[in-house]
Every structure is written in structure tokens, then in C-alpha cells.
């Protein structure tokens, strides 16, 4: 995998007879951040009722499915697998979890990660608790369902003032939703109105399809409870200072959203501008993005560099974001069902390639060699970020340290061969935190632990995976046990 994708969206709606088409065209709203499962689950006052998934949100909810879920309140959420098998069984899990407790019926969807999840997990099993999937919502109900407290909404905060990490959580239950958001603010989430109905998102490209109107971003550690008396928000945690993922604006939002209160168009053309004017590549004659994220980065790196921004690479239409890679001897055949060079835009030039960021490198290493059999002369590489040194612990998918291009392939000179380019130029982190805003002291608000190392919630000690004990120093186990 290339670059940071995040590992779903969310989507939840009150008070609209329409609840579970409505959130069906929010979820497609959100494709680009889960394409290999979805779910909805809807409340009509007395019952939910669920629908799940795998593939595109038309293929998970194709033909009469959505006939079914009548209510006026809905919940649903976009799914992508990780890469290690935790979270490649996500994919295939029913996402919104949807549960009977003592209290009733509990529908719950969530972005993100408990960094102290194993630990919890591990504690809640040693209580005696039997876990269905691998996914931190689980642990986030259990936590509910075993609270001492008499209210759902109290029953929730005392479950995640035991939680650590990032997470951005939409609930229902037969008849309220709730919305809420870590007190660091890592993921983001959105409220809107629409028809009357209170809308809420991972960000505002579905708000702004349906026609609605965003009201805010829901703020760090803050709860949005929705139910028969109206919209209510309440701030149940210690406050923190603000780390949202820097990630975001880099590469993981699409370029027409606004996140975390800022447009992602606007602040990724001012990172190429910033990066041409700290990476300058002195006989260049054209830029080429790497299509997606790094598009209007092309345009401002091209203003300031006083270049032509031609599309020296085209994305190839696809249905599905993965396809199975053709065998060695096949060499970039993959990334030519990503992309198609234009030869008559590259052909005997000069070209800097202007991409968002380099994890593993590959992809990049490819569309090199793509430019160069279209002819290009030079290519040379400019990175608008800086280099990445380490994985996010915070939900969003990301190759482990060691698969990491700056890893395996040491400084600039080194990686520049590797790569195949003449030259290779990052953002400093400096410019980047200059670019997207410090909090008023000066102090960086973003997370950066993915570039700087210095992760906001450290990561608390993984347990070793789940697995039945069948054989212990060598010898059979003559009582096994059950999980």
C-alpha cells in the first residue's frame, strides 16, 4: 500500500422518514474512505433493524435491501480493510455492530482505535466476556453493557472514560443518536441539518450531496445527544489539547472537503507553493501530479515554480480500489490499471512529480518508470510532506515501520536511486505545521507522529493476537479451553 487511507466513514441521520435511503447516499458520499464493505442500521422507535455488506455501498445494498428499514433515524458506516489480519477481518465483520443488552437494543459505529484496546479486550475476556469480532466497537459495548450506570448516556461516557486513542463514535438506539468525538480530536466529524433532520459525518461531502446544511464541526470531546426533546451537546471529558491528524490534509480528505474547519483544496495548493519555494528543481520544465491528493499541490508547486501543470499521468477507470498485482515477469502492469502516462505531455521533458507523501514507495517507484517509458528525459520528485518514519496508531491504514521507503533506503541520494528520479526533495515539517496553523502558543495542534515520532497518546503495550492455547512449552494441552 501506498500513502495513509483511513479505515471508514460514518454517516448517521434523525429525524427523517427517509433515514435509511438518506444514509445510503451518504455512505456513497464516503466511498473513497471504505470500499470493501458497508452497513446501515435503522430505528423506527420501538426496534433496529440491520443490513451489512461487503464490496461498494451499491453492491452491499443492491436490489430491494433497503425496502426493509423503515424508521425515521439511522446510523451506517464505510469499511476498508488494514493490511495485517486484525483488520482485514473488519472488512467481513457486520459494521454497524448491532446488539441486545439489558437495556434494550444498541447500534454502534466508530472510526478510529483504542490504543489501549489489547489491554481492555484482554481485561474484559478475563471478566468472563466472549468477544464476536476483532473490532474496538465491541470493546466499546461490553464496556457499556457492564457500566453500573443507570442511563444509556452515562453508561457511555463511563465506557470511554476507560478507553485511550482516537475515535469518532455514532450511536443509536431505539430512540436516540448519539455522536461523539475523542477529547483530542484525532478523526473528524461534522453536524448538519437536512429537511429538519440532524445530520452527522465524518466531513461535510455527504451533508453538502443531500442538499444540507453543515452547522459545525462536532469539537473534541464533545457528545451530541439527538432524541424526542430535540439536539443537546455535552462535554463529559477533562479537555486536551487539540491533535488532529495531520494525515487529513495530506492526502486522506478529498480535495472538495472541508475538514476540521479548513478547505483541503486551498491548504493543499499553499503546500506546493511552500514546496516550491523550499524545493525548487532549477531546470524543470513541466509538472506532473501523481493523480489524486496531489493534484492541486501540482498547481501550486506549478504557480510559484513558473511552470505549465499538464496531466502527464491520467488515473485508468476502475470499479474497485484493489485488484490483484500480475506476476514479476508482468513488471508495472499494476499501476498502469491505476494510471496511463500521456507521452505527448512528457515526452524529451524535464518533469517534477509533485506527490502528497512516500511510505513504501513502490507506487511513486512505478509511476517513475511509467514517465520514463513515455519519454521523459529527467524526472525529478518533490514530496509535500516530510518524510515518514513511522506508522499511525490511530486508525488509519499505514505500512509497519520497517516496509517504510525511508527505512529500507536511508537519505535522499539513496532513495533518489532507488526510486529512479534524478533528485528527490521533502517539505520540511516546519513548513508543513507554517501551512496548516499552530495553537496560539506556538505548539503544533496537528498529529504528527507518522513524520516527528512524537505521538500524542502513546500506544500501550499490544497483546499478543488471539488465538486458542492449544500447546504450551511443547506439550498438549489435556484440558483445552474456549474463547
Not at 455527504?206 to 426533546?229: A, C, K, N, T, Y
Not at 490534509?249 to 472541508?258: F, K, L, Q
Request: charged fraction near 20%; include cysteine.
Amino acid at each position: 500500500m501506498e500513502g495513509f487511507r483511513d479505515e471508514g466513514g460514518l454517516f448517521g441521520i434523525a429525524g427523517h422518514r427517509l433515514a435509511a435511503h438518506l444514509t445510503y447516499i451518504g455512505l456513497h458520499a464516503l466511498q473513497h474512505r471504505g470500499q470493501d464493505g458497508a452497513g446501515i442500521v435503522v430505528s423506527d422507535g420501538d426496534l433496529l433493524r440491520g443490513i451489512h455488506g461487503s464490496g461498494l455501498v451499491q453492491e452491499a445494498f443492491a436490489g430491494t435491501l433497503l425496502q426493509g428499514l423503515r424508521g425515521q433515524s439511522a446510523i451506517g458506516q464505510v469499511v476498508r480493510s488494514g493490511r495485517d489480519t486484525q483488520h482485514a477481518a473488519m472488512a467481513a465483520q457486520r459494521l454497524p455492530l448491532l446488539v441486545r443488552y439489558r437495556g434494550g437494543q444498541l447500534a454502534v459505529a466508530m472510526t478510529g482505535r483504542f490504543t489501549n484496546g489489547s489491554l481492555l479486550r484482554q481485561r474484559l475476556k478475563d471478566d468472563g466476556a466472549l468477544f464476536t469480532t476483532l473490532a474496538d466497537a465491541e470493546i466499546l459495548l461490553h464496556l457499556l453493557a457492564t457500566s453500573r450506570q443507570k442511563t444509556l448516556v452515562n453508561r457511555l461516557v463511563d465506557a470511554l472514560w476507560q478507553v485511550e486513542g482516537a475515535f469518532s463514535i455514532v450511536l443509536l438506539s431505539e430512540d436516540r443518536m448519539i455522536a461523539v468525538r475523542d477529547p483530542n480530536g484525532f478523526r473528524p466529524l461534522l453536524r448538519g441539518r437536512h429537511e429538519g433532520a440532524t445530520v452527522v459525518a465524518t466531513e461535510d461531502g455527504p451533508i453538502r450531496f443531500l442538499g444540507g446544511e453543515i452547522r459545525s464541526e462536532i469539537e473534541p470531546g464533545q457528545m451530541v445527544i439527538v432524541d424526542e426533546h430535540g439536539e443537546s451537546a455535552v462535554r463529559p471529558f477533562p479537555s486536551r489539547p487539540r491533535s488532529a491528524c495531520i494525515q487529513e490534509y495530506v492526502e486522506i480528505a478529498p480535495a472538495d472537503a472541508h475538514v476540521f474547519g479548513q478547505a483541503t483544496y486551498s491548504l493543499r495548493v499553499a503546500l506546493g507553493e511552500r514546496l516550491a519555494r523550499e524545493r525548487p528543481s532549477a531546470g524543470a520544465e513541466v509538472v506532473v501530479s501523481l493523480p489524486g491528493a496531489a493534484t492541486p499541490i501540482g498547481v501550486g508547486y506549478a504557480r510559484v515554480a513558473g511552470l505549465p501543470a499538464k496531466e502527464g499521468l491520467v488515473r485508468t477507470p476502475y470499479t474497485r480500489r484493489n485488484y490483484v498485482e500480475p506476476p514479476q515477469e508482468l513488471r508495472d502492469f499494476g499501476s498502469r490499471l491505476r494510471w496511463t502516462p500521456v507521452p505527448v505531455v512528457v515526452d524529451q521533458q524535464v518533469v517534477v512529480l509533485v506527490v502528497a507523501s512516500i511510505t513504501t514507495g513502490e507506487m511513486v517507484r512505478k509511476a517513475v518508470r511509467l514517465l520514463r517509458g513515455a519519454g521523459a528525459r529527467e524526472v525529478h520528485l518533490r514530496v509535500a510532506s516530510p518524510p515518514v518514519t513511522g506508522t499511525c496508531h490511530y486508525g488509519v491504514s499505514s505500512p509497519t515501520a520497517d516496509e517504510l521507503a525511508t527505512s529500507r533506503h536511508g537519505g535522499p541520494v539513496e532513495l533518489s536511486g532507488w526510486l529512479g528520479t534524478e533528485s528527490v526533495g521533502f517539505l520540511s515539517v516546519e513548513s508543513l505545521h507554517a501551512i496548516l496553523g499552530c495553537r496560539t502558543d506556538g505548539t503544533p495542534q496537528w498529529c504528527d507522529g507518522c513524520f516527528s515520532g512524537d505521538y500524542p497518546v502513546v500506544p500501550a503495550e499490544e497483546l499478543e493476537k488471539d488465538q486458542l492455547p492449544l500447546f504450551e512449552d511443547g506439550e498438549e494441552d489435556p484440558s483445552p479451553t474456549t474463547d
